[in-house]
């Protein structure tokens, strides 16, 4: 069956289209291209936009896993090291704590030593004075404390650097805002895909030798698009929060069953205190809430006190997508949180694959998997390099570690280089160049898109001065030259304060008011503009 | 080691104003018309941040309003515990005449309140429903409304200003704007430039010249000049009249991100001329604490040179929101910092936003504050007043959202008339 594309399709064609922009879809991306493997990738949305997005940034060391799940743990490990190795300009090999206060529970404690030792962790035993020398915010009820290697990882600097790397080697490309419309099949091939770009509405179509399903917390979704079955995730939502200032000098971990408040993950200049886990049924529109804030604080108080008077600017929630076990029952904490690559033989298909679940810490080896299962259907013979190769993290990528850009601003001395973003100091020759060659600049750059590439927004203001600023930039630089960079400010605002609303209280509150006071009152966001003829184009 | 501190100051007066942003000035306005003698404090406070026009109501629900009055109308049928709802459209008049009026006597030129509201320019490229604006922005409105030929200035290294952001977002509905960028006279280096230091090197005759003879080099068929506002600080009407001239085509000023010069403006004026008219300022502190007994409030506060006090038969806490520091929030609770007056408010903190952003109704917490009577004293949660000597005017009285409705400066100038009426009246 033949049809006849509407003349505005665009057409690609490569060897291996990933779908999902995730950290799952990025990873395989570079260790598909090392092996030589011409990819396309597209999400939906944009990079990160669900899990990989939303997390703590926690590399692990395999501790928290140690007493549960001691085989995740020991690929944590594994991972955690060739990562460290591979990919250090991305990771804070910060260290972190796991302890407990009294109450907790003395058998967890007691075994937790020998849980780590079997899956070949380093841990040291402290006494509860020594932990409070290590981090000093720690309460005075601190019963037990152990020191494990666990590290933190920018998600986002991670994911554009696989992103750029793949672009590099051999041209691959991403495509931003693509979603799948439908899979053509014939003979149990997928011969063609069909999408739709959902800026500019244009339908594209990609043709492809093999199909991967990286699309996280919607790949149950996307597998049943192309007639699968076989692919049942559970979703879990977990909700983070941010405080303006960084709490501790490494990750403090309750020595405890994983539950919820119960990890504190530095972030650069930052701290995030995470998480909730509430079973969900569905992906949109997901965003914290005031209750889940409250119930992190209060549980996280009894191992830090200081939570209490610590001033939160932004909360998050993501949804991890886990494989449906038989024994989960209703307790999402309980489902795998290992990985799964499904081949989709037995479903009839020849060149689609799906791979799901597992976590940040094990992303190069879910790659690494699946890779090999590509490379052969492909004819391939390249051995996966992720393991020893460098991930090149230069340029336009490194615009989204906390601090890296007042470090660069001072060193480079410039004052003509005006600071957009006065929170994260971020200059203006960052937006260029992100605007210029960030993985996505191929497209029209949304305020949302710059923001997730670097770190506008995401200081004390929450996006008050600097989407103005910002936006002003850009028109002045002709990246924006009709109504659209107000409807890209008013998004891009309207996101933030998704994050913002459940910890307003306090200090945030002034901020608040002077947000609306802008974004209201000076700029007229919330008024229709007389003007509304040419905010359709987007070609800008 | 010598004492720094000198002796505690003591102030007697019949007023004390508490506050020190348009509410608290139009207050202090208000009672020296009336003989009254007052004293003022506050902190900074938010004046540095208004755009310099001053809104009556400008919007409902999202739907801009052209006619403010019958706006005022409808108003006090729908939502009856608006503040505006215990002021007549004749009182409301009057305070704003005798405000803006006041404004122009003291050195900054507004316009005379109409009976429409204007459309304002706001540097997003949108207008905005306003009712009195300094004499040296009424050009762009003009502009607008005719459809004028414009020629939009930019200076080079000023942030957050963008003449191309204003020219494509009025694009269809003011076709004739053409924009250029300058470098400002003795500031062509590219590094960052602020509002407030070119405003005070336009105080200097020699750079009105030199800026004026960059712009005429481009003006071409212009028919009006548009920049952000930076026309001076102290004397923004001779500024402009003589920049006007030596261009020889109508000028304007469009307000920009703050800290702006409208607003320091304003705060500067306020500071310096109303001390001259009898007015016992204490500027840029925060009263700390007020008691109150029989015969009346004693305030007290500290600055660098030692303790104050400030003994007056009345006060009106003009102290503004949470931006001001008039009103606190916990994670639970929206307090009143000073006296701690029951604040209406939503009963959980879920409540105090809405989900979007921008929804149309705006946000519940907004419309918290101060519940007042017919005399403006603010309540206990028994509905009886706090004190017979205790009033309260501005953003801090509840049930109304002075940004949304674009509403500020009208329930700080009516709402500081009739707390001044009413403050008057109590006993010495």
């Known amino acids: 069956m033949t049809t006849i594309d509407p003349p505005e399709t665009k057409i690609y064609e490569t060897e291996a289209l990933i779908i999902g922009g995730g950290v799952t879809g990025v990873g395989l991306m570079r260790d598909m291209a090392l092996r030589g493997i011409h990819c396309l990738l597209i999400d939906s949305k944009d990079l990160n936009a669900g899990a990989s997005g939303s997390n703590h940034g926690l590399l692990h060391s395999g501790g928290r896993y140690a007493t549960t799940d001691w085989e995740t743990a020991a690929e944590c490990r594994i991972e955690g090291d060739i990562l460290k190795q591979t990919a250090a300009e991305c990771i804070d090999p910060c260290g972190g704590l796991f302890v407990a206060v009294e109450g907790d529970e003395p058998d967890f404690i007691a075994n937790f030593a020998e849980h780590c030792t079997k899956a070949g962790i380093d841990c040291q035993a402290l006494s509860p004075a020594e932990a409070r020398e290590v981090e000093p915010t720690l309460s005075e009820k601190v019963i037990a404390a152990y020191a494990l290697p666990d590290a933190t990882i920018d998600p986002f600097h991670i994911t554009l650097s696989n992103v750029k790397h793949a672009q590099q080697l051999n041209d691959s490309v991403y495509l931003p805002h693509t979603e799948i419309i439908e899979f053509d099949i014939n003979d149990g091939v997928i011969t063609s895909v069909l999408c739709h770009d959902n800026r500019t509405h244009h339908t594209v179509r990609i043709r492809a030798k093999q199909i991967i399903n990286a699309a996280g917390a919607w790949a149950m979704k996307v597998s049943r698009l192309a007639g699968c079955t076989d692919v049942d995730l559970l979703y879990a939502k977990g909700t983070l929060i941010v405080s303006n200032s960084r709490i501790s000098n490494g990750v403090v971990n309750r020595l405890r069953v994983p539950g919820d408040g119960d990890i504190l993950v530095p972030g650069g200049t930052v701290s995030l205190l995470g998480t909730t886990s509430d079973k969900v049924d569905n992906l949109d529109d997901i965003h914290p809430t005031v209750e889940e804030v409250d119930h992190i604080l209060a549980e996280g108080m009894p191992m830090l006190p200081c939570l209490k008077d610590t001033r939160f600017i932004r909360a998050f929630s993501g949804v991890r997508p886990l494989l449906q076990a038989a024994d989960a029952g209703s307790d999402a904490r309980k489902a795998s949180r290992g990985f799964r690559l499904f081949d989709h033989q037995d479903q009839g298909l020849q060149n689609f694959a799906t791979l799901v679940g597992g976590k940040l810490t094990t992303y190069r080896l879910m790659a690494e998997k699946t890779g090999d299962l590509i490379a052969q259907r492909l004819g391939n013979d390249q051995p996966c390099k992720t393991a020893t190769e460098p991930l090149p993290s230069a340029g336009a990528v490194r615009w989204t570690e906390p601090g890296f850009a007042p470090r660069h601003w001072y060193k480079k001395n410039d004052p003509t280089d005006m600071i957009l973003c006065e929170c994260e100091m971020v200059p203006q020759s960052a937006v260029d160049e992100i605007v210029e060659s960030a993985p996505g600049a191929e497209q029209h750059m949304t305020l949302r898109a710059i923001a997730l590439r670097s770190r506008i927004g995401k200081g004390a203001c929450q996006g008050s001065f600097c989407a103005a600023r910002v936006t002003s930039h850009l028109y002045d630089r002709d990246v924006y030259g009709h109504g659209e960079g107000r409807e890209h400010m008013r998004d891009f605002v309207s996101e933030r304060f998704k994050g913002v609303r459940p910890v307003l209280w306090g200090k945030q509150m002034p901020q608040m008011e002077l947000a609306e006071a802008l974004h209201c009152g000076l700029m007229g966001l919330d008024l229709t503009p007389d003007d509304d003829t040419e905010n359709d184009d987007e070609a800008g | 080691m010598i004492a720094m501190k000198q002796q505690a100051r003591h102030y007697k007066t019949q007023l004390a104003v508490i506050g020190t942003g348009l509410a608290g000035f139009a207050a202090s306005i208000f009672a020296l018309d009336r003989g009254i003698t007052t004293s003022q404090v506050g902190n900074t406070g938010a004046v540095a941040y208004t755009t310099g026009y001053l809104d009556l109501l400008g919007s409902d629900t999202g739907n801009l309003i052209n006619d403010p009055w019958k706006g005022l109308d409808a108003l006090r049928r729908d939502e009856p515990d608006h503040p505006y ?344």
């Open chain 2, 85 to 428: 709802a215990r002021i007549t459209n004749d009182e409301v008049r009057a305070a704003f005449e005798r405000f803006t009026s006041g404004l122009s006597d003291m050195g900054i030129g507004y316009t005379e309140p109409g009976d429409r509201n204007l459309m304002a320019l706001l540097p997003s490229g949108v207008a905005k429903p306003t009712l009195s604006v300094p004499r040296t922005m009424v050009a762009g409105i003009d502009a607008y409304k005719a459809g004028s030929r414009a020629l939009i200035i930019n200076f080079v290294g000023v942030q957050g200003f963008s003449a191309k952001e204003l020219l494509a977002n009025f694009k269809s509905s003011w076709p004739q704007i053409t924009t250029t960028t300058l470098a400002f006279p003795d500031m062509e280096s590219g590094a960052p430039v602020y509002a407030e230091v070119m405003a005070r090197a336009l105080e200097v005759p020699a750079t009105r010249e030199k800026l004026a003879e960059s712009i005429k080099h481009v003006l071409g068929d212009a028919e009006c000049v548009g920049l952000p506002a930076v026309l001076g600080i102290h004397n923004p009407d001779a500024v402009h009249k003589e920049m006007q001239k030596l261009i020889g085509v109508p000028l304007f000023e469009i307000p920009t991100l703050p800290p702006s010069v409208p607003g320091i403006r304003l705060r500067e004026m306020f500071e310096q001329v109303l001390p001259t008219q009898g007015l016992t300022l204490v500027p840029q502190q925060k009263a700390q604490r007020i008691e109150l007994d029989a015969t009346g409030v004693k305030i007290h506060l500290e600055d660098s040179f030692g303790d104050v006090m400030i003994e007056a038969h009345a006060a009106i806490l003009a102290t503004g929101r949470f931006l001001s520091g008039g009103l606190g929030t916990d994670q639970d609770t929206v307090r009143e910092t000073l006296m701690d007056i029951v604040v209406s408010q939503p009963a959980n903190r879920a409540d105090w936003h809405r989900q979007d952003y921008f929804d149309p109704r705006g946000h519940p917490i907004n419309r918290s504050g101060l519940q007042i009577d017919e005399c403006f004293r603010p309540l206990n949660a028994d509905g009886t007043p706090v004190s017979e000597r205790v009033f309260a005017a501005g953003t801090v009285l509840a049930h109304h959202d002075w940004v949304r409705q674009r509403c500020g400066a009208g329930v700080a100038i009516a709402s500081a008339y009739k707390a001044v009426e009413a403050a008057s009246k109590v006993p010495k």
